[in-house]
C-alpha cells in the first residue's frame, strides 16, 4: 500500500490545501490504529474466544466459538463424485465436483438467483425452491440414480451444530430474514424439501460454513493449512482447536482436535469494541437491519466499507474540506457506495488520482482539485487499513494461542480478492505483531464453499 505521506506529496502547495489536509487527518484519526492499541484488541478477542470455549461462559460470550464436528482434515487423496450446496448471499450455487488422488480436482456448476422475495419469505418456500434447483441440476447432469449421492452442505450463516450434518441457525444475517429457520435444523429443513421430490436421491452428510469449506479447501492443497478467514461481503474466521481447550466438547474421544468456527463477526456485540468505535461505525450501526449485531463485522467487511466512506466524505463535505463544501446528490443515499471504490481509488500509483477521479466523476463531482483527490484517497486508505489492521490483530491472536510453530492461512472473500493491497497489509502487520518462533504463510482458497464442501463431504461420506 501507498504511504499516506507519498499520495500526498507535490499537493500541499498552498496555505488552504495543507489546512485542509491537516484537518482531514484529524477527522479521520480514530481509524489510525497504532500497535499498542491492536495489541489490546488481541488481548481482548483472545478473552472472548476463551470465554466462548468455556463451559461456564459460553453462553453469554460474543464469540460463541461453534463445534463444527470437523475432526478429519483432509490429506489430498480424497477422491469420489459429490455434490455440493453453497447458501450465503443473494446467489447460491450447485455443484458437481469430482475429486482424484494427486489432488485432481474437476468441477460444474449453476448458479442460480435468490430474490428479496424469498431472502425475505417463508423458510419452506425458500428450501423448496432450492431443492428444486438441486433436482433441475442433478437431471441436467444426468446424476439420477438409485444410489444416494453425497452432498456437503455450505450454509453461511451463524449456526449451532450437534454433529457433522445437522446445524441450528441462530439467526439471520446477509439480508435474510425468512420465517421459520432460525432455531430450526436446516439440514432437516433442507432433506424435507428434498424428500417431496420423486427420484431425487440425496444425502446430505455435512453442514458446513464458507470459512471452513475455505480451510478444508485449503489443507486439502496444503496440510499445514490450520485457520480459515473469510473477509468479503461478511466476515468470519474458523480454526483448528486441541479437544483439551474445547470445555463442552462431547464428541469422540479418540480425537484430538476439531475446527472452531468462532463467528467472530459478533466480537464487540457486549460493548468489547467501544473504544475502537468512530461515530460513523455508530451510524452504520443504527441504520442496519440488525442494529447492535455483529459490530466488528460492520468495522471490517465489504458490507459497510463503501456506507463508512461515504460518511466520512459527507463530514469532509459539510465542513468544506473537499470540494469547496458543494455536495454531489448521490452521497446523500445510504449504501450508494459500495467496496469496490476503495478498490478502485487505492489502485492508483502514490500521487496519481485516475481511479479516484473516475470515482468522483461517477458520483456527479465536476474537476475536482488535486487537493480534493488526496483527501478522498486519504479517507479511503484510514478506513481500508483499519479493516486489515484489525483482522491481521485478530488473525495474530489465534495464531499466538494455537503457538503452532508453521501455520498457513486460508483466506477467500471479495475485500481480499480484489483490494490491491490487503494481503500485504495483512502480512505485514501479523509479522509486527505475532510472537517470535512463529512461522505463518497466507493462501488464497480457490472455491472453498464448493470444492471444500465436497472435501469435507469425502471424509464423512467416503467413496466405497
Known amino acids: 500500500m501507498s504511504d499516506p505521506k507519498q499520495s500526498c506529496k507535490g499537493?500541499?502547495?498552498?496555505?488552504?490545501?495543507?489546512?485542509?489536509?491537516?484537518?482531514?487527518?484529524?477527522?479521520?484519526?480514530?481509524?489510525?490504529?497504532?500497535?499498542?492499541?491492536?495489541?489490546?484488541?488481541?488481548?481482548?478477542?483472545?478473552?472472548?474466544?476463551?470465554?466462548?470455549?468455556?463451559?461456564?461462559?459460553?453462553?453469554?460470550?460474543?464469540?460463541?466459538?461453534?463445534?463444527?464436528?470437523?475432526?478429519?482434515m483432509p490429506t489430498g487423496n480424497e477422491k469420489g463424485q459429490f455434490l455440493a450446496?453453497?447458501?450465503?448471499?443473494?446467489?447460491?450455487?450447485?455443484?458437481?465436483?469430482?475429486?482424484?488422488?494427486?489432488?485432481?480436482?474437476?468441477?460444474?456448476?449453476?448458479?442460480?438467483?435468490?430474490?428479496?422475495?424469498?431472502?425475505?419469505?417463508?423458510?419452506?418456500?425458500?428450501?423448496?425452491y432450492i431443492a428444486n434447483c438441486l433436482n433441475k441440476?442433478?437431471?441436467?447432469?444426468?446424476?439420477?440414480?438409485?444410489?444416494?449421492?453425497?452432498?456437503?452442505?455450505?450454509?453461511?450463516f451463524p449456526m449451532s451444530q450437534s454433529s457433522i450434518n445437522s446445524g441450528e441457525l441462530v439467526r439471520w444475517t446477509k439480508g435474510y430474514t425468512c420465517d421459520g429457520v432460525v432455531d430450526q435444523d436446516v439440514v432437516q429443513l433442507l432433506a424435507k424439501s428434498i424428500k417431496n421430490i420423486p427420484d431425487l436421491n440425496v444425502n446430505i452428510c455435512a453442514?458446513?460454513?464458507?470459512?471452513?469449506?475455505?480451510?478444508?479447501?485449503?489443507?486439502?492443497?496444503n496440510p499445514k493449512t490450520r485457520i480459515g478467514l473469510i473477509i468479503g461481503t461478511g466476515c468470519n474466521c474458523c480454526y483448528v482447536e486441541k479437544v483439551k481447550n474445547i470445555q463442552l466438547y462431547s464428541g469422540d474421544q479418540t480425537k484430538e482436535e476439531m475446527v472452531i468456527n468462532l463467528e467472530w463477526g459478533a466480537f464487540g456485540d457486549n460493548g468489547e469494541l467501544e473504544d475502537f468505535y468512530t461515530k460513523y461505525d455508530k451510524v452504520v450501526d443504527e441504520n442496519s437491519e440488525n442494529h447492535g449485531q455483529q459490530i466488528f463485522e460492520k468495522m471490517i467487511s465489504g458490507m459497510y466499507l463503501g456506507e463508512l466512506l461515504r460518511l466520512v466524505l459527507l463530514d469532509m463535505i459539510d465542513k468544506e474540506l473537499i470540494f469547496d463544501g458543494t455536495k454531489p446528490s448521490m452521497l446523500n443515499t445510504p449504501q450508494s457506495l459500495t467496496s469496490d471504490v476503495l478498490s478502485l481509488i487505492e489502485n492508483d500509483p502514490p500521487g496519481t488520482y485516475a481511479g479516484t477521479r473516475k470515482f468522483l466523476q461517477r458520483i456527479g463531482v465536476v474537476n475536482p482539485t488535486d487537493g480534493d483527490c488526496m483527501n478522498v484517497r486519504y479517507a479511503t486508505e484510514c478506513i481500508s487499513r483499519r479493516s486489515a489492521y484489525l483482522v491481521a490483530a485478530g488473525l495474530t491472536a489465534i495464531l499466538n494461542k494455537m503457538n503452532e510453530k508453521d501455520v498457513i492461512i486460508g483466506v477467500d472473500g471479495s475485500v481480499y480478492r480484489f483490494h490491491p493491497f490487503y494481503h500485504n497489509l495483512l502480512m505485514g502487520k501479523i509479522s509486527e505483531l505475532v510472537n517470535s518462533g512463529i512461522k505463518f504463510g497466507i493462501i488464497l482458497s480457490e472455491d472453498g464453499s464448493g470444492r471444500g464442501a465436497a472435501v469435507l463431504a469425502s471424509a464423512v461420506c467416503p467413496e466405497e
Not at 443473494?90 to 474437476?106: A, I, P, T
Not at 468441477?107 to 418456500?125: A, D, P, R, V, W
Not at 442433478?138 to 444416494?148: F, I, P, R, W
Open 11 to 72: 499537493h500541499l502547495n498552498n496555505l488552504k490545501t495543507w489546512r485542509n489536509h491537516i484537518r482531514v487527518r484529524r477527522l479521520c484519526r480514530n481509524f489510525v490504529l497504532p500497535n499498542n492499541k491492536l495489541r489490546e484488541f488481541m488481548n481482548r478477542i483472545t478473552s472472548c474466544i476463551d470465554k466462548g470455549l468455556g463451559k461456564e461462559t459460553h453462553t453469554k460470550a460474543t464469540i460463541k466459538c461453534w463445534q463444527t464436528y470437523v475432526q478429519n
Open 85 to 128: 450446496l453453497d447458501l450465503g448471499g443473494s446467489n447460491f450455487r450447485v455443484l458437481k465436483l469430482e475429486l482424484e488422488k494427486n489432488k485432481y480436482f474437476k468441477m460444474n456448476q449453476e448458479t442460480y438467483e435468490c430474490s428479496k422475495e424469498l431472502m425475505n419469505g417463508s423458510g419452506t418456500i425458500l428450501f423448496d
Open 207 to 221: 453442514i458446513l460454513n464458507d470459512t471452513v469449506g475455505t480451510l478444508m479447501s485449503c489443507a486439502w492443497l
Open 137 to 156: 441440476f442433478v437431471t441436467k447432469q444426468g446424476l439420477k440414480t438409485n444410489s444416494q449421492l453425497p452432498l456437503g452442505f455450505t450454509f453461511s
